[in-house]
């Protein structure tokens, strides 16, 4: 059994990002956008955060409700701020604003929940005393350093902080590094101690190879085939809470989301940026309850699907798992579609939502899916399941990226 069949079976994540920035309510990169002073901001920020509506439990139930199976905190981001009581820090969440240990409740809440367990983990921070700067453009490189005594001081500090991670909390799932520049921070042997303090961790890509699984940002770009992967993107357009972010995806844009990570034998990793008192907004937990609402009905298509072989058509996507094919309908055909993809005999097709049989005819290399309900009745996105004779194979294998649509 592979450390990564959980993973793989999962599909379907919660990311999230809080932290002393939602104070702010612009985005978590405040602190070097605008260039806010240390001092500064603690004081409208850090000090500030109270967290006082803080419930991991409700976080956890969310996540549950939206079909998700594991959840990514962001422990520390770039401003270097702390969730959890470090001992080799003072600016931690432990210390100032909230004055309690924010990732503990967190952990509880999850595990109870049955979901699995990330920490994100930025090894850049911007106010450390150590670190080149807080106010880049360009992220640091190796040159920007004031001193290799400086370095070496940084990178025992921020491997104490993740040994601290990975000693003070259970069991954890997946380190999810980010932030990690200079690029001289990118040193195997800390991955090593990962894996040696949590022997069934799993580690992005981000740190470096040897890694466990690759990333992707704000785009789904499927790793190289038998390479595990998954994309991050958000829900609106910000990470860490944005009042002004109206900018919503829709369900049906998630389902599609999901649909094409799954087409590529991928993770979606869902992000959500509380409000600093700890709630979720309104319009985020509508969405993913919305989802998960479809998933119960449909999601038989996405736990461990399979890299899939076929190549695009003109109102659908297409997934696969075991000996069947999933016709995902992002516009609707109107009682008749034709799919010329399917190089297997195909022995039944049916609704997944409602397990209602679809009359279909094969002619060579063409599958008809007959007599479809007109409108198709899931919204927003109905599947169709097709049961084929052995492994799903093409009539004729894609190559190139050079046919696509649009």
């Known amino acids: 059994m592979s450390r990564l069949d959980w993973f793989n079976e999962a599909r379907y994540g919660m990311f999230i990002h809080w932290g002393a920035y939602s104070v702010g309510g612009r985005g978590e990169w405040i602190a070097n956008r605008e260039r806010i002073p240390r001092d500064e901001y603690i004081r409208l920020y850090v000090n500030k955060w109270k967290a006082e509506k803080y419930d991991p439990r409700a976080w956890a139930q969310l996540a549950l409700d939206a079909g998700m199976k594991y959840v990514v905190l962001t422990t520390r981001h770039h401003d270097g701020f702390a969730l959890w009581d470090s001992k080799v820090s003072d600016f931690t969440a432990a210390k100032m604003g909230p004055k309690r240990d924010l990732l503990l409740p967190f952990v509880e809440a999850f595990r109870a929940a049955g979901l699995r367990i990330g920490f994100y983990y930025s090894p850049s921070a911007w106010y450390h005393p150590d670190y080149p700067g807080a106010y880049y453009r360009d992220w640091p490189g190796k040159n920007d350093w004031r001193d290799d005594e400086a370095r070496r001081r940084f990178i025992e500090y921020y491997r104490a902080q993740v040994r601290e991670l990975l000693t003070g909390y259970g069991m954890v799932d997946i380190l999810w590094w980010d932030g990690v520049a200079p690029d001289d921070l990118r040193l195997p042997e800390i991955n090593d101690e990962a894996r040696r303090l949590q022997p069934d961790i799993l580690v992005n890509s981000r740190l470096g190879e040897p890694c466990d699984y ?171 399941a097709i049961e084929v004779e052995g492994n799903p194979e093409p009539v004729v294998k894609q190559t190139t990226a050079f046919f696509v649509p649009g």
Not at 265 to 290: C, F, K, Q
Not at 363 to 378: A, G, V, Y
């Open 214 to 384: 690759y990333n992707c940002e704000q785009a789904i770009r499927p790793a190289d085939d038998g390479k595990s992967w998954e994309a991050c993107m958000t829900l609106n357009g910000s990470w860490g809470y944005h009042a002004g972010d109206d900018g919503w995806k829709s369900p049906a844009q998630v389902i599609e989301m999901l649909v094409m990570t799954a087409q590529g034998a991928g993770n979606l990793l869902l992000n959500i940026g509380p409000r600093a008192d700890g709630t979720v907004p309104g319009r985020s937990a509508e969405i993913l309850r919305e989802v998960g609402s479809w998933l119960r009905r449909n999601g038989e298509f996405l736990p461990n699907s399979g890299r899939c072989p076929f190549s695009w058509t003109c109102s659908s996507f297409l997934t696969v798992k075991g000996n069947r094919v999933y016709v995902h309908f992002v516009q609707d055909p109107r009682g008749e579609f034709c799919l010329a993809e399917i190089h297997n005999k195909v022995l039944r097709a049916w609704i997944l939502g409602n397990g209602r049989p679809v009359d279909f005819k094969q002619e060579k290399d063409r599958l008809f899916l007959l007599n479809l309900p007109d409108p198709l009745p899931e919204k927003p996105l109905t599947t169709i």
